[in-house]
């Protein structure tokens, strides 16, 4: 990975010390996951669009959990673009 590339961010928490403990928490969280993530781009001939989207988009749905993605429908929303 390359480490020139990432981007920092600050972020400024108010509230009493629990509050910005569990707030430091939880966004510690979602960085660690964020960091996880990988983008692909891919090139498919149109040819296999069909058997690859299958009907209604459950070809997609179906790649998307065998990779370890979300199975929640609403969740799956926006991880893959055409």
Request: negative net charge.
């Amino acid at each position: 990975m390359d480490k020139s590339s990432e981007a920092e961010a600050t972020i400024t928490v108010r509230g009493n010390k629990q509050g910005i403990k569990e707030a430091q928490a939880l966004i510690l969280e979602i960085a660690n996951s964020v960091a996880e993530e990988t983008t692909m781009d891919m090139t498919i001939e149109n040819r296999f669009h069909r058997s690859l989207i299958g009907a209604g988009g459950q070809g997609l749905r179906d790649l998307v959990v065998r990779c370890g993605g979300p199975t929640d429908p609403k969740l799956q929303a926006g991880l893959v673009r055409l």
